[in-house]
């Protein structure tokens, strides 16, 4: 990439520059880290904020807002604003010059979808390094680094140590910031990665309000396809949207399919390569239908790339899940923590982990805060419709001693939660704070019997606060 200039950073992101127009060379970086040169790119600055930047030296701040006295404090150490509307740009922009770069040939997959790239995208990281590769992910546990808004992958990448030969980055299919829908974020991301190999998972609802249909969410994962150059593309078979998706790659490039009746499948021993047994059921980390749909995802995705069975197979059966992927916590009781957080996550984790229990199903669930009632509800109807054929104990909660206010759950989203509970004729016990309904949950199960914990934000601090109260 050409040498960069405030300027020329201001016409990238659509902005405004407001100072001098300069050379810049450093990296693209968060606040808090930046260094002499760098380039910081905030969604909001005020006054502190610039006062940090001049004093660590960075060359220049990209920012949809400035608050306070931002501007004049810019002005007063001559450091040069890049105002615009739309973050997502530079933060584009950055991963794509991060690339360029820092690692111009590496391999370098996009993983995205609407379930399930966590995993898939992990599970491949761990593949590839099995197989030699010197690789990065922005998977986490907490899936901090993966919705690409802010500069954390650009700044990874740029200070990665060693030669990095391979990339398997998650894409948010769909994201938003202060109210505001970043259009086409799965195709802007993927654009600026220019990967060789695309994965698609699923389509399935979640972001209500970013996108209110299967209809839209398919058109917002799909957009990852749009300009693809690159050599490979995995569907999933099994998801009758992500399948029609084939239409879209281009003649120039390998299509691949796994799951039901492909060359990469799952029968009751295990997965299967061609008709041979690859994994046998018993090397499975975990025998959930839905791990098994990212097991098989990644599975096909490494044979894409030539990696031997062997390899696979050794790296699959060694493989350490993420943080809150059907973690099991504790064992008499059995409890189990999955990050379930939408509709389909929350179905498919309950049948999971009902058909483990003995007596009595202990689900602890948290309402999603500051998501809006749509999507609350909706979760609600997958809760009441996964639980009622099972003898169950349901505690929900909206864990108001953990969660900041940007998870804070709102009245009108309990009220919608609990008014779906009420209708479907499900018994359920509410509590305010996550250690209330932890503790419930631990004295009304039995030894033999199963507590699974499930949700986003507000379930996140679970295994914490067990501990505390253990």
């Known amino acids: 990439m050409k040498e960069l200039t405030t300027l020329k950073l201001a016409q990238k992101c659509q902005g405004k520059l407001i100072g001098i127009n300069q050379i810049v060379n450093g990296k693209f970086n968060i606040l808090k880290d930046a260094g002499k040169g760098d380039m910081v790119v905030r969604h909001w600055i005020d006054e502190t904020g610039v006062e940090i930047a001049s004093r660590n030296g960075a060359s220049c701040i990209i920012t949809q807002n400035t608050r306070g006295n931002a501007l ?56 590839l390094k099995e197989a030699g590769y010197t690789a990065h992910t922005n998977t986490d546990s907490e899936s901090e680094f993966n919705t690409l808004i802010d500069p954390m992958v650009a700044k990874q990448i740029a200070e990665f140590e060693g030669d990095l030969e391979a990339v398997v980055l998650e894409v948010s299919e769909v994201q938003g910031w202060d109210d505001r829908n970043m259009e086409d974020h799965a195709h802007l991301m993927t654009r600026a990665i220019q990967p060789q190999v695309v994965v698609l998972t699923n389509v399935a609802l979640d972001h209500i309000g970013l996108v209110n249909s299967l209809e839209e969410a398919s058109r917002e994962i799909s957009s990852a396809l749009k300009g693809f150059k690159g050599d490979c593309v995995v569907l999933n078979h099994d998801d009758p949207l992500i399948r029609d998706m084939q239409s879209m790659v281009p003649s120039t490039s390998k299509v691949v399919f796994y799951g039901s009746r492909t060359n990469v499948e799952f029968r009751k021993e295990g997965i299967f390569f061609q008709g041979k047994l690859l994994i046998p059921l018993e090397d499975l980390p975990f025998k959930s239908p839905h791990f098994i749909q990212n097991t098989l995802a990644a599975v096909s995705t490494a044979l894409a790339l030539k990696i031997t069975p062997e390899v696979i197979r050794r790296a699959v059966s060694s493989y350490q899940p993420l943080k809150r992927r059907f973690t099991v916590l504790g064992t008499d009781p059995l409890i189990i923590d999955d990050f379930a957080h939408n509709p389909e996550g929350i179905k498919a984790t309950i049948k999971s982990a009902a058909g483990l229990a003995s007596g009595k199903f202990h689900l602890v669930c948290a309402i999603r805060g500051s998501r809006g009632e749509s999507l609350n509800q909706l979760n609600a109807q997958a809760v009441a419709k996964s639980i009622k054929e099972v003898k169950y104990n349901l505690i929900i909660t909206s864990s108001q001693d953990v969660v900041d206010n940007a998870n804070w759950v709102k009245p009108s989203e309990k009220k919608v939660f609990i008014e779906v509970l009420q209708k479907e004729g499900i018994n359920y016990i509410h509590y305010d704070t996550l250690i209330e309904a932890l503790k419930k949950a631990l004295k009304s199960a039995k030894n033999n019997e199963t507590i699974l914990l499930i949700g986003a934000q507000g379930m996140d601090p679970a295994s914490d606060v067990l501990q505390n109260i253990t």
């Open 72 to 127: 004049q404090i810019a002005e007063k150490f001559k450091i040069p604003i890049i105002l615009t509307e739309r973050i997502e740009l530079i933060n584009a922009l950055a991963i794509r010059w991060a690339l360029e770069t820092y690692a111009p040939n590496t391999l370098r997959i996009v993983v995205t979808g609407t379930n399930g790239k966590s995993t898939t995208t992990h599970m491949i990281h761990t593949i």
